[in-house]
Each structure stands twice: as structure tokens, then as C-alpha cells.
């Protein structure tokens, strides 16, 4: 009887482990398939840029204009807005959307401005004003430069004579609160977020990569049945070839947001037709912040929940910072570490220096 009970056991095992090998022979068939006939389309598509709406603002004249040098040796090109309140509350570094120039930190932060805090913004290489890198073609999508630069911006935040000492908030509209996002994870004198139109590559690409290979592909069936993880496998190993091609490391997002801790306020368009609202959730949930939000903003198309929302946008804005930032300054300048809410610039045409790397702010 007891080797009856091996004896099927036995065979039962064998099926599972044939099975199962019949299983990954399948899969990786279909993944040699795909990847065959559809990764030069992939790549193709993660490589076009979107056509927005970019907006440009003018200049204002009680800007100090900055000069950053990446540690690259590009100059990149920024300003520093004081606050027109009495009292300062904090500093925020304001990230750009993709294309767009420094000045649009008017038709932003003006509020923010208001309501006590210094805003500095700056234009990665390749954008605005900022030096050219030849060997740099950049995209929408968030990739090591795009971290050098904005490194490069928060050490010159950290080293000006009137850095805040219990750091900086953050706010960045689309690939601006991305980037923001990636280095918030490594960096914790950034002590507060919000973005608005934020998206990771991942996130985005897998849910449009079953549209795409619906338009090339006859077998639908087969295209319901495989997991999206089978569609990520392909899209990550696309990212990669165009990152080769390209000269760049894309970020992985989406890992970045599991080792963020900061107080996290996300906006996004419930009518985006680009970054779908799903996907900013799925981004969401992966912030292992303690205090974060998702407000979804009825009607708004991307980075319009601005112009959608006005005056509610407004107060949330500045509310989240009062709560996550203002009130660690209040802290500060209780104990005596802050220097009293006075906006100590340097003088204009002053030269610092940042991590041995020459910075020159002059009044605009």
C-alpha cells in the first residue's frame, strides 16, 4: 500500500515539475517573441516626447539671478525669490516641468512667496538658459543627470549664508517633482514634498505597453493572458537599450519611492490623458511616507490642476507647507539655530563656493 501512495506521489510530483517547466519554456518563448518583434517599437515610443503646453514666464526683476557649475562644468542658471513676508518660514526648491524655463516659478510660487518662504529655482542642463552638454539628448523621463543637476542645486541651497537649518521643502510640477521624488529618497534635508503631475517610467509604460502591442499584435487572447509583470520584463530591458544608446542611467522610480520617509503631498489631473490617475496611484502607494495624500483634482488635464483648482490649489499648497515646514523654522528659531527669519544673501555679484565647485549670484 505505502509504495502505491510513493508511486503516485511520485508521478504527481514529476507532472507538477513538467508542468511547471512547460510553463517557463512558454513564457520564455513568448517573451523571445515579444521582445523580437515589438522592443524596437517600444523604444521608439518611450523615446518620442510628449507635446504640452510648456509654460515660459518673464523675467522678475527682484530675482537674484544664480550661476551653478555641475561638477560636470556646466553652468546651469537659476534665481533666488526672498520672501515678501516679514518673518521667513522656510526655503523651497522648486522643480521644473520638462522644457520649461525658470521663470515659470512666478505662475507657481508667488503664493508660496507671500506666505513666507524663499523660493529658488534653477534650469537643468539642456533647458532655459542653462549650458548645453552635447553628448545629452534629454526626455521626459528622469535619468542621472537629471540628479547631478539637482544635486548640485541643494548644495548650493546648503552652503548659501542664510541656509535654513533644518533643511529645505520641495515642490516640482511633472518631471520636476519626479527628480524631486529621487533625490528626497537619499536626501533628508529635504524635509517636505509635493508634486504635481509626478510619474515613474515603470508605472507608466506597462499599462500603455499592452495598448501598444495591441496595435501591432493579432493575438489578443494571448495579450489578456500574460501578467503585467511579463509586459514590465520587456519595457525594462527597452529602457535599457535606449539608456545605452542614449548615454544615461534611467531611474528607477518606483524603488526610490520605497525609501521615501518625508511628509509627501501629490496632485494630479483626474482628467490626465497622458499619466493616467491610476498610474499616479500606483506610485503613490509605493512611498512609505507616514503623512502622504493624493489629491486628485476633478476635470484637471496634466499639470492643470493649477489653472483647475485655483485658490483651493493655493491653500493646499501652502497649508501643507505650514504644517511640514514653517513649523520646524518656528522650531528653530526657538532654540536660537536659525537666523531669525532674515534673508542673509549674499551680496550681489558674491562668489561661493559649493563643494569646491565656484557660485556667482548677482541681482537680477
Known amino acids: 500500500m505505502l509504495e502505491w501512495i510513493w508511486w503516485i506521489l511520485t508521478n504527481l510530483l ?24 515589438f522592443l524596437d517599437q517600444v523604444v521608439r515610443i518611450f523615446e518620442e516626447k510628449p507635446l504640452f503646453i510648456v509654460p515660459r514666464g518673464k523675467p522678475l526683476p527682484e530675482a537674484e539671478e544664480v550661476l ?89 541651497l546648503k552652503r548659501r549664508p542664510d541656509a535654513p537649518t533644518q533643511g529645505i521643502g520641495l515642490f516640482g510640477i511633472s518631471k520636476g517633482g519626479s527628480v524631486g521624488l529621487a533625490l528626497a529618497a537619499e536626501d533628508p534635508w529635504i524635509r517636505c514634498l509635493v508634486t504635481d503631475g509626478a510619474y515613474a517610467a515603470y508605472t507608466t509604460m506597462v499599462p500603455y505597453m499592452r495598448r501598444w502591442v495591441q496595435i501591432y499584435s493579432p493575438y489578443r487572447k494571448l495579450q489578456d493572458l500574460l501578467p503585467s509583470w511579463f509586459y514590465g520584463s520587456i519595457g525594462v530591458v527597452g529602457i535599457s537599450r535606449s539608456a545605452a544608446r542614449r548615454g544615461v542611467r534611467y531611474l528607477n522610480l518606483e524603488r526610490c519611492m520605497r525609501r521615501l520617509r518625508q511628509p509627501l503631498l501629490m496632485i494630479h489631473g483626474a482628467a490626465d490623458a497622458y499619466i493616467k490617475p491610476e498610474m499616479a496611484e500606483a506610485l503613490f502607494r509605493k512611498a512609505r511616507s507616514r503623512m502622504k495624500e493624493l489629491w486628485i483634482v476633478p476635470g484637471a488635464k496634466h499639470n492643470q490642476s493649477l489653472h483647475v483648482a485655483g485658490e483651493a490649489y493655493v491653500r493646499r499648497l501652502v497649508g501643507f507647507f505650514h504644517t511640514h515646514l514653517a513649523s520646524l523654522s518656528e522650531k528653530s528659531r526657538d532654540s536660537g539655530d536659525s537666523p531669525s527669519g532674515q534673508n542673509l544673501a549674499p551680496a550681489p555679484g558674491a562668489v561661493g563656493a559649493v563643494n569646491g565647485v565656484a557660485v556667482i549670484t548677482r541681482k537680477g
Not at 69 to 80: I, S
Open 14 to 37: 514529476i507532472a507538477a515539475a513538467g508542468l511547471a517547466l512547460l510553463a517557463v519554456a512558454l513564457f520564455a518563448a513568448a517573451h523571445y517573441y515579444y521582445r523580437m518583434k
Open 68 to 156: 551653478l557649475r555641475t561638477p560636470d562644468g556646466l553652468m546651469l542658471r537659476g534665481c533666488y525669490l526672498p520672501t515678501t513676508a516679514t518673518i521667513r518660514q522656510g526655503v523651497i526648491l522648486f522643480g521644473l516641468e520638462f522644457g520649461s524655463n525658470r521663470w515659470a516659478v512666478g505662475q507657481y510660487c508667488l503664493e508660496l512667496r507671500d506666505a513666507g518662504y524663499d523660493i529658488f529655482t534653477f534650469e537643468p542642463r539642456n533647458q532655459g538658459e542653462s549650458d548645453h552638454d552635447p553628448a545629452y539628448q534629454p526626455l521626459q523621463w528622469v535619468c542621472d543627470k537629471d540628479l547631478v543637476d539637482l544635486r548640485t542645486a541643494i548644495d548650493y
